[in-house]
């Protein structure tokens, strides 16, 4: 069975920095592209970073790139997502996903995490 | 960047009855690269439809997606009491990947 779980969520004042991993389990990990996913309080979903099997692709939305680092560690079995210079709008619950296939970054995402919140606030 | 538009924002529907969401895209999704999300409070969102039409592992035969370019459809042939949540639509055709803002499903 795929699992997906997150960690490191959790309470940071504004332009402070956090880390967020996700660890997997259930599927052969550097074979697929993985995703990072948020969901604002009260809002819908919106796509964060995406990252290819062997770190040669990365992308991100605009409202995180030059802020957000995300990165993977194959030999663990791992996706993180370096958050820094964090606002109060990036207040969110923060999903991994995995997606289809191993290169091309554009994929759905399948399965989720259970996520791990995020709180922004002085 | 594609904008995804869904109609409507709430459907209030009873079990039973046949459930139509709709996603209009900005301009043309390249090669029906659009999937659809159920989603329920405090869980994962999960996969239903990919690549417009092909139903995710596990996806009871009552979900059935179709469309094409810029409209796609999510249908839901008798609602079960479970399949009531919000339903997302998501284009994976180009960079950014993009969300619908999402149909509410409600029980009448």
């Known amino acids: 069975e795929v699992q997906l779980v997150e960690s490191g969520g959790g309470l940071v004042q504004p332009g402070r920095s956090l880390r967020l991993s996700c660890t997997t389990s259930?599927?052969?990990?550097?074979?697929?592209?993985m995703h990072w996913v948020r969901q604002a309080p009260g809002k819908g979903l919106e796509w964060v970073a995406s990252i290819n099997w062997n770190s040669g692709g990365v992308e991100y939305s605009d409202s995180v790139k030059g802020r957000f680092t995300i990165s993977r560690d194959n030999a663990n079995n791992s996706l993180y997502l370096q958050m820094n210079s964090l606002r109060p709008e990036d207040t969110a619950l923060y999903y991994c996903a995995k997606g289809w296939g191993g290169l091309v970054i554009t994929s759905w995402f399948d399965p989720w995490g259970q996520g791990t919140l995020v709180t922004v606030s002085s | 960047e594609i904008v995804l538009t869904q109609s409507p924002g709430t459907l209030s529907l009873s079990p039973g009855e046949r459930a139509t969401l709709s996603c209009r895209a900005s301009q043309s999704v390249i090669s029906s690269y659009l999937a659809w999300y159920q989603h329920k409070p405090g869980q994962a969102p999960r996969l239903l439809i990919y690549s417009a039409s092909s139903r995710a592992t596990g996806i009871p035969d009552r979900f059935s997606g179709s469309g094409s370019g810029t409209d796609f459809t999510l249908t839901i042939s008798r609602l079960e009491p479970e399949d009531f949540a919000v339903y997302y639509c998501?284009?994976?055709?180009?960079?950014?990947?993009?969300f619908g803002q999402g149909t509410r499903l409600e029980i009448k």
């Open positions: 259930g599927f052969t990990f550097d074979d697929y592209v």
């Open positions: 998501q284009q994976y055709g180009s960079s950014p990947l993009t």
